[in-house]
Structures are given as C-alpha cells and as structure tokens.
C-alpha cells in the first residue's frame, strides 16, 4: 500500500494518504502508523485526532494513553492530562515510568528488590529436588549440557500437577538456572505480582558484567537489559541467522569487536558467558559512543544495525521517546523500549533507581 510506504519512510504527504484510506482497508498498521506520522512531526493536534480516532480496545493501549496525554500537554490541555499520567504510573513499565516522570511520582516497583520468591510449602519443594528427572536435568545443567537439560526439563513440567510450579521456580533459583525461573513465573501469569517480581530479572555473571561494564564504562544495567532482550540468559542459544551466546553475537561481528576494541581474546568461544559478555559491553561501548552516547540510538543499533539506525535519524531533534516510538521496525522498536525499561528495574534490583528513564532519553539531534 502506498500510503504505509510513504508513512514508513514519514514522507510530508503521509498523514493526509494514510487518513484517506477506505475504511474497509483501515486496520491497526494504517491507524498505528498514522498516529506515528503525525508524532515524528510533532502535529500534536493530529496526533490527539489519530489517537482518538482508534477502536477502544487500541485507544485504550498504555502507549497511545501515553501518547494522547503528551498531545494534550503540547496543546495547552494540563489539567485533561495529568490524570492520565497519574494513572499510568501505577504501571511498572515503559510508559509507566514516562508517566511517572511528567508528573514527579515514584515508580510504581514492589518494595521486595533481592531477587528471592515468596515462600512456598517445604515438602513440595522436597519433592521435586528428589524427583529423577528434575535431578537428571539439573546434573544436565551443571554439565553444560543446556539443550539436553531444557529438554528433559520441559518433558516433566508437563507431566507433574502444575500446583507443584512454585516449588519447582524455587528448586531452578537452588540450581541457578535462571531462564527457566523466568519462563516459570510467566507461565504462572505472575510477570508483574510483586512477590515474583524481582526474580524475572536475575543478575546471573555478576562479576563477568561489572568487569565489562567498568571496562567500557557503561551501565551493568544496559548490558543486564540487553542480555536478557537477547538470551534470556541461555549461553548455549542461537539464532537463525546465526547469532550466538548470551549477547547474541554473529561471528563476524564478535572478530571485529575483538580487534577494535584490543580485547585480544583467543579462542573466540561465543558459547562461553565470559567471553560473550566481554564482547557484549565492548560493543555497547563503541555503540554508545558513535551515537552521541544515547542509549536508545546504541541499543537500536545493537538489535537493528548501525546502518539503519543512522538512515532513521530526524531532520530536525525530536525527543528521545519520540524517536523511540517512530522506529521503523516493530521488533527494533519493541526491543528498545524493553531494553531501557530493563535499566530501570535492573538499577532497583542494585538498590537503588538512580536515573530516571527519561534522562535515558534526551533529545536526539540528528544527522
């Protein structure tokens, strides 16, 4: 369709094509991407009209909520505004936290920041340390031999009561297995009970990551979110590209790093977390300087590609959150907002919150 072509490369004409499509052909790519025309533009007028315009069920989305009370905010309407604001940031989350920013509020984190669950009945928990394939797949685990261990894991989960899956979350935090107590508190529907919350964001490599974080001088936050955008923590997975290792890394991008940044490792193993992390704060350190230190713009690049991050720079600066939102590629723009919402929650895993995520964001100038 012409006019999502001319909105994805956000020609001047784009809005008036994309409004002008035949209703029977407006579905949520055309109204999605209408709104986005008119934010990169910064017509907020238009971008209060497009919002609007939306079914409920899409009008009702934290970031066109996000994205109407901004709208209104430029249009001189505070006072409909800030009760958006107020609302989203009782979300913990990307737009939860924006919203949080534009009016002062605290991030609505739970109090519980150590990583440990809740406490679960003793026996179940003995149950399954002595169960023999719980046992088979943890020896499998400790052998490295990570396929295998998830395979067997898989096989009896599906077989044990599913009222045994919060022990079983307990015996994969004694084991140290940390994707699976990931996948575990979601497939209990438990991503954002505050009781479960601080363990889907473990801190696994911990000296590996302050090592290449002080290296590199970024945050062990930025390469905690990264690895778990990339991973989930699995050192043994790939892609089917060929990206391998906690960070992802396709061979020939890992040999660069390696001579550019003087790492000098040998052998160039990207199943090893050690290496892999290595590689990884070396590459979001070289990202993060080449573009301007923005770490929205470096971890676009990390997922996307350093030659499409720089043809999706404005003309004009823009906002940081803008430019995120106006992301080309859906999966680029998912990534990002994952990412710098990791920072948040990974900064409150360490103790303390100390940057907000706007500052995160600041205005992207342009080429």
Known sequence: MAALRAGYRFYPEAYQWLSKVP?????????????????????????????????????EQEQWQFWRAVALQH????????????KLAKQTGYYGFLAADRVGAEYALPSRSDGSLPEVNATDIATIRHDPWFRLAKALYRLEHYPDAREIFEHRLRQVNSDYMPAIAHWAQEVGWPDRVAVLIARM???RDP??????????????????????SIPEAWIYGVMRRESLFMPDVGSRAGAQGLMQFMPDTASWINRQAGLNIAPLDLHDPQVSIRLGGAYLGY?????????????????????????????????????VDTIVFDE?????K??????????????????????????????
């Open 23 to 59: 209703e029977a052909h407006r579905d949520e790519e055309v109204m999605t991407w209408q709104i986005r025309v008119a934010l990169r533009s910064q017509t907020w007028s238009r971008v209060i009209e497009s919002i609007e315009a939306l079914p409920a069920s899409l009008r």
């Open 75 to 86: 249009v001189g309407r505070d006072v409909a505004a800030r009760p958006i604001f107020r």
């Open 189 to 191: 529907g438990k991503q």
């Open 195 to 216: 009781d479960w919350f601080s363990a889907r964001y473990p801190q696994p490599y911990l000296d590996a990551v302050r090592h290449a974080a002080t290296e590199q």
């Open 287 to 323: 990202l993060y300087d080449r573009f301007d230190q923005q770490y929205a713009l470096a971890s676009a690049a990390y997922n996307a590609g350093q030659g499409r991050v720089k043809r999706w720079m404005p003309d004009k600066p823009m906002p940081g959150a803008v430019w």
């Open 332 to 336: 680029t723009r998912a990534y990002s």
């Open 338 to 367: 994952a990412v710098l919402e990791a920072m948040i929650i990974y900064q409150w895993r360490s103790g303390a919150v100390e940057n907000r995520l706007s500052d995160f964001l600041p205005i992207v100038v342009g080429d």
